[in-house]
């Protein structure tokens, strides 16, 4: 959470940690948006694409009554839902001039067009923003607070609370599971948000939500895990994996369990240009920082310890 409060590290897209604890429904829509971006591409690459954009670029693509006043204007009948988003709508990108471009509307100036060559990722990513904002209104919410405070009416067990906001945000265009989690762990995870417990942690099951990336990948298969591969089944072992470890022993306060921080740990120590980063990290003192770590795990250690 704290990397997306610090504006040296995410630029114009960065929010107040206080403004997220109190529910700022701007606050909470630009941090889904900067957390979208969180994708295929190391962190450091995503950092300096998100710093690279304006003030005015930067407030267009994360206020979520901005970008549905640009749908709804739109001559174009793709714009109008997640679903034609998804299905109809073919934005991509020029392969030599790198602009916006589409076969539906080859000549109207789309606002997709244009988010797509800020956020310098794939060429249909210029539809995340537009659609996150319209997978909320399609929610029947006029916001990410009122999404909640819905979905919390509609079951009976905090469990079923993570499972259906995990489900409303990924009706988003590339809001995957793994970005769902990404955004929900940290607005009700205590360990990961600045207001402990978190903001939205009332009510909802904040050990369901595990992120699983390639790093995680990487040390789950160095380590024997035998599969299934689904995200699901990565989770629950995860999950479990995570009751063997009691968080509380390494004090400040930790919860005791806490499948989230165990995840993020396994991601760091695989995360070579992460760790690298880092001045305090132990690969930086190998190999007599290697020592107190466990023979098995040197022989895969992401930095690449003897």
């Known amino acids: 959470m704290t990397m997306f409060c610090d504006p040296t590290k995410v630029g114009h897209f960065a929010v107040r940690a206080e403004d997220v ?11 889904l948006v900067a957390t ?39 001559p174009c009948e793709h714009l109008r839902s997640t679903m034609a988003l998804r299905e109809r709508c073919d934005l991509g990108k020029d392969a030599e001039t790198k602009l916006g471009v589409c076969l539906a509307k080859p000549e109207h100036p789309c606002h997709l067009k244009r988010h797509t060559v800020l956020l310098k990722r794939y060429g249909h990513f210029g539809k995340v923003p537009s659609s996150i904002a319209l997978a909320i209104r399609e929610y029947g919410a006029t916001d990410l607070g009122e999404l909640r405070r819905q979905a919390l009416d509609e079951v009976s067990t905090p469990e079923e609370a993570a499972l259906l906001l995990e489900a409303a945000l990924c009706r988003a265009w590339r809001v995957s599971r793994k970005i769902a989690h990404m ?18 942690a009332e009510g909802v099951d904040w050990t369901q939500f595990v992120v699983i990336d390639s790093n995680v990948d990487l040390f789950l298969k160095a380590t024997g895990y035998p599969g299934p591969w689904t995200y699901e ?7 479990e994996l995570a009751r063997r470890v009691d968080l509380s022993a390494m004090g400040d306060g930790l919860a005791g369990y806490n499948p989230r921080l165990v995840q993020q740990a396994l991601y760091l120590f695989m995360s070579v240009t992460n760790r690298r980063a880092v001045e305090r990290d132990c690969g930086r003192r190998a190999p007599e920082g290697c020592v107190g770590c466990l023979v098995e795990l040197r022989g895969v250690c992401g930095w690449g310890a003897p």
């Open 21 to 31: 604890a109190a529910g700022e429904p701007e606050a909470l829509f630009r941090l």
């Open 36 to 74: 979208s971006m969180f994708q295929r591409r190391q962190d450091l690459q995503i950092m300096r694409v998100l710093q690279g954009i304006g003030e005015a670029d930067a407030r267009e693509l994360s206020t979520a009554s901005t970008l549905l006043r640009l749908s709804d204007g739109s």
């Open 233 to 239: 089944a990565r989770r629950v072992f995860l999950r």
């Open 183 to 200: 955004y929900l762990s940290m607005m009700t995870n205590p360990d990961l948000c600045p207001a402990a417990p978190g903001p939205w």
